[in-house]
């Protein structure tokens, strides 16, 4: 994937880089969030556990760890290059690194796939954007093919039949009390229940999916019915909703799904030991289906 759009030789892309900003078409993250008012969370969903109240939890804001993260990049970035680094962070489809040098100062706008980057990685965006070396485009090339399921897509016209409204669950009200109540709005994606699958014997079953490319949930049908507590499919929408935050990474030649940082949030949900003593105990009801 080129770091420009289509149609410039690498000398006029370095040029139109340096010589004017990209117009933007395409959702900013921005680099200042301003601090949200604290909102009264809304009454707990039927079947809650009363032993396992929620617990007042002194966890970032996923904002707060967006502008931090940010933060940190752009003293990086400045301390590389010994002058300050204005910093914003994109969501763009297309491009994924543009620059412009003024004065003293460089004006640098990085997808946020940039903001856990390793330390080579940001040496290169300072030796490409900072320095002019070319070369380290080609590095940074790499690591955005390796990052592409973080880069948002176009929905498939194939997918439009997404549906949240189930016999006993209706997914959109739950993604939105989750939305706001754990992650302050900012996760963006599309939820619906998955197709029911053939009936067969089988061993293991997922009850959850998140399609990076799509930024959309689905749900295994499995979970509508009147007998499982609505707690619990609310902690599966919380854990297909941290996915948008903590994609999976790679380490030792393997992908790995879940994180350190994506089970520690996730063990902050006020119900987790509560969900997973329910789906240990009602596993054999959900293989059935």
């Not at 002058?83 to 100062?105: C, I």
């Not at 485009?137 to 039949?161: F, H, K, T």
């Not at 997922?206 to 009147?226: C, F, K, M, N, S």
Request: proline share 9%.
């Amino acid at each position: 994937m080129s770091l420009f759009p289509r149609g410039l030789s690498a000398a006029s892309r370095a040029t139109a880089a340096v010589a004017e900003p990209r117009a933007l078409e395409e959702e900013v993250v921005p680099q200042l969030v301003p601090v949200p008012v604290p909102q009264h969370r809304p009454p707990p969903p039927r079947h809650r556990v009363p032993e396992e109240a929620p617990r007042m939890l002194n966890v970032p804001s996923p904002r707060e760890e967006m502008w931090t993260r940010a933060e940190s990049l752009a003293w990086r970035l400045s301390a590389e290059l010994g002058m300050p680094v204005k910093l914003a962070v994109t969501d763009n489809r297309s491009t994924m690194v543009s620059f412009r040098r003024g004065g003293n100062a460089l004006q640098l706008r990085l997808h946020h796939m940039f903001l856990d980057a390793p330390e080579t990685i940001v040496r290169a965006v300072a030796d490409y954007a900072g320095r002019g070396h070319r070369t380290a485009g080609v590095m940074l090339d790499e690591y955005i093919r390796g990052q592409q399921p973080r880069i948002r897509q176009v929905r498939r016209e194939s997918d439009a039949d997404l549906n949240p409204l189930g016999r006993c669950f209706d997914l959109t009200a739950l993604y939105n009390s989750v939305n706001a109540t754990f992650f302050e709005n900012v996760i963006q994606a599309r939820i619906g229940w998955g197709r029911m699958p053939p009936r067969r014997r089988r061993k293991s079953i997922r009850l959850g999916v998140y399609d990076h490319q799509t930024r959309e949930i689905r749900i295994h049908p499995a979970l509508d019915r009147p007998e499982v507590p609505a707690f619990f499919v609310e902690f599966i929408v919380y854990h297909e909703m941290l996915h948008q935050l903590f994609p999976s990474t790679g380490r030792g030649g393997r992908r790995v799904h879940h994180p350190r940082a994506f089970r520690e949030r996730e063990r902050t949900y006020p119900h987790y030991a509560a969900a997973l003593r329910w789906e240990r105990e009602n596993l054999g009801v959900l293989l059935r289906g």
